[in-house]
């Protein structure tokens, strides 16, 4: 065995124990590997080494079983955090009055939160904006807007609903500047 060439005969990677080294294909020293399940197969020594190779491929069930699994648990996390968003939700319909402040919107579906003095830092996760609003009833804080009148208020500054609104510029939709 020439120089710097590591014998790794005997050597076990997972379900794979090395034979005799088989040379070098594309700058990757292969080696004949014996897989527990009898296969005998020539494998990159470089994965084995790294664990990305652990068996002929007849373990791969074992992977999918464990990825499987983990996908499962990630699905009841995301169920989880969905049942206490809605959660926290229908308390703050409930709480706020379950209907658009600005123009009597009632379909739930439609219905946000919304801070009344803006959002300083960030967006707050709803979920947590949700909760906050329910721990104290702060209707100078928290209202409830419609997806409407919540993404003009966001946008232009006002609703267009409210006809005496001035935007932050000091012009409707339109461009047309408002007076009051
Ligand atoms: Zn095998
Ligand atoms: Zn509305
Ligand atoms: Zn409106």
Known sequence: MGHGVRDIAGERFGKLVAVKRLGKRHGHVFWEFKCDCGTVKAIDYGNAKSGS?????????????R??????VRTEQSQKTLERHKKYREKFLEMYGRECRCCGEKNTEFLTIE?????????????QAYRKACCEYR???YEILCMNCNHAKGRYGYCPHDRNAVSRSG?????????S
């Not at 801070?115 to 979920?127: A, F, M």
């Not at 012009?171 to 007076?179: M, Q, V, Y």
């Open 53 to 65: 190779v652990i068996s002929c491929g007849c373990s791969r069930s074992d992977f999918e079983k």
């Open 139 to 141: 209707p100078d804080v």
């Open 171 to 179: 012009l409707n939709s339109e461009g047309i500047p408002l007076t």
């Open 67 to 72: 990825y499987r699994s983990v996908k499962r």
């Open 115 to 127: 801070h009344i003095n803006g959002q300083k830092e960030g967006k707050e996760h709803s979920t």
